[in-house]
C-alpha cells in the first residue's frame, strides 16, 4: 500500500466538519466540450493542488471524455494526492491496469456496470488494494449499493447514462443521504459551480465534493477551490 487513501480524506472531514474538494480532471464532457488543454495541463494540476484540493479523479473513458491511461499516468506524476478513476468498468482487467498507473480508487457506477459483475468487480478491486465508491444516481441505484454494505458511495447529480446532459441539481444528494447509513462515507459529484451548490451538499452529510467543470472553466481554479469550500460546514448524519 502507498499510504494515500480517498477514505481517509472523507473521513477527515468529520473531524474538521468542512467537506473535502476533489477536482475532476477531464479533457471534455459530453455537456461543455474541451475543457482542459493537455498543454496546460500540468499547469492546471498546480493551482489546483495551490488552491488546497484534497484528491483528484479523472475519467478515463476516451470516447466521450477525451480521457485515457497517459492523462492519468501524468497526473499521478504531478501529485502524490489521492487518484480515483471514474470509467465504464466491465473487466477485472481495467482494474488491474488501474493499480499499474497508480490509481487509489476507482468508482463502480451502479447503472453502467454490468449487474452481474458489480460485485465481482467489486471484489477484485479490493483484493488489489484499491478504495471503492459505488456509484448512485437514484434511490434504486442506493438501494442496490446498500446491499453491498459499501465503505462509501459516489451521489452523481446528473445521470451519467446520459453522459450528464441532464441539468443536475444538488437536490438529488440532498434526497438520497437520509437513506445513507452514518457509516457509509459520501461523495456528492457534478452541478457545483457555486459556494452555496457546496454548502448545500455539506448540509445535508455529504463528506466531500467534486467538482469538474467550474473548475476547469475559471481563469483561476486555486481561488476558487477555497471560495467554494469556505462557509461550507457538514452536518453529520
Same mark, same amino acid.
Given at each position: 500500500?502507498?499510504?494515500?487513501?480517498?477514505?481517509?480524506?472523507?473521513?477527515?472531514?468529520?473531524?474538521?466538519?468542512?467537506?473535502?474538494?476533489?477536482?475532476?480532471?477531464?479533457?471534455?464532457?459530453?455537456?461543455?466540450?474541451?475543457?482542459?488543454?493537455?498543454?496546460?495541463?500540468?499547469?492546471?494540476?498546480?493551482?489546483?493542488?495551490?488552491?488546497?484540493?484534497?484528491?483528484?479523479?479523472?475519467?478515463?473513458?476516451?470516447?466521450?471524455?477525451?480521457?485515457?491511461?497517459?492523462?492519468?499516468?501524468?497526473?499521478?506524476?504531478?501529485?502524490?494526492?489521492?487518484?480515483?478513476?471514474?470509467?465504464?468498468?466491465?473487466?477485472?482487467?481495467?482494474?488491474?491496469?488501474?493499480?499499474?498507473?497508480?490509481?487509489?480508487?476507482?468508482?463502480?457506477?451502479?447503472?453502467?456496470?454490468?449487474?452481474?459483475?458489480?460485485?465481482?468487480?467489486?471484489?477484485?478491486?479490493?483484493?488489489?488494494?484499491?478504495?471503492?465508491?459505488?456509484?448512485?444516481?437514484?434511490?434504486?441505484?442506493? =438501494?442496490? $449499493?446498500?446491499?453491498? #454494505? @459499501? /465503505? *462509501?458511495?459516489?451521489?452523481?447529480? &446528473?445521470?451519467?447514462?446520459?453522459?450528464?446532459?441532464?441539468?443536475?441539481?444538488?437536490?438529488?444528494?440532498?434526497?438520497?443521504?437520509?437513506?445513507?447509513?452514518?457509516?457509509?462515507?459520501?461523495?456528492?459529484?457534478?452541478?457545483?459551480?457555486?459556494?452555496?451548490?457546496?454548502?448545500?451538499?455539506?448540509?445535508?452529510?455529504?463528506?466531500?465534493?467534486?467538482?469538474?467543470? =467550474?473548475? $476547469?472553466?475559471?481563469? #483561476? @481554479? /486555486? *481561488?476558487?477551490?477555497?471560495?467554494? &469550500?469556505?462557509?461550507?460546514?457538514?452536518?453529520?448524519?
Amino acid at each position: 500500500m502507498n499510504g494515500r487513501s480517498l477514505y481517509a480524506v472523507l473521513e477527515s472531514t468529520r473531524r474538521t466538519l468542512q467537506p473535502a474538494v476533489l477536482a475532476d480532471v477531464k479533457v471534455r464532457s459530453p455537456r461543455d466540450g474541451a475543457l482542459i488543454d493537455l498543454g496546460g495541463l500540468d499547469a492546471y494540476l498546480d493551482a489546483l493542488i495551490e488552491g488546497g484540493v484534497n484528491a483528484l479523479s479523472t475519467p478515463t473513458d476516451p470516447v466521450y471524455f477525451a480521457g485515457g491511461l497517459e492523462v492519468a499516468a501524468r497526473i499521478r506524476a504531478r501529485t502524490d494526492l489521492p487518484l480515483l478513476r471514474k470509467d465504464f468498468f466491465n473487466s477485472p482487467s481495467q482494474l488491474d491496469e488501474s493499480v499499474a498507473v497508480g490509481f487509489d480508487a476507482v468508482q463502480l457506477s451502479i447503472n453502467t456496470t454490468p449487474p452481474s459483475k458489480l460485485e465481482r468487480l467489486r471484489d477484485h478491486a479490493v483484493r488489489l488494494g484499491l478504495e471503492v465508491l459505488l456509484g448512485v444516481h437514484t434511490k434504486r441505484h442506493l =438501494a442496490t $449499493a446498500l446491499a453491498l #454494505d @459499501p /465503505a *462509501a458511495i459516489a451521489v452523481n447529480n &446528473r445521470n451519467i447514462v446520459a453522459l450528464e446532459l441532464d441539468p443536475g441539481t444538488v437536490s438529488v444528494t440532498e434526497s438520497l443521504l437520509p437513506e445513507v447509513p452514518p457509516d457509509v462515507l459520501v461523495l456528492s459529484e457534478s452541478s457545483f459551480f457555486t459556494a452555496e451548490d457546496v454548502a448545500r451538499a455539506a448540509a445535508a452529510g455529504a463528506e466531500g465534493v467534486l467538482i469538474g467543470t =467550474a473548475l $476547469a472553466k475559471s481563469d #483561476d @481554479p /486555486a *481561488a476558487l477551490v477555497r471560495k467554494l &469550500r469556505d462557509g461550507a460546514w457538514i452536518c453529520p448524519r
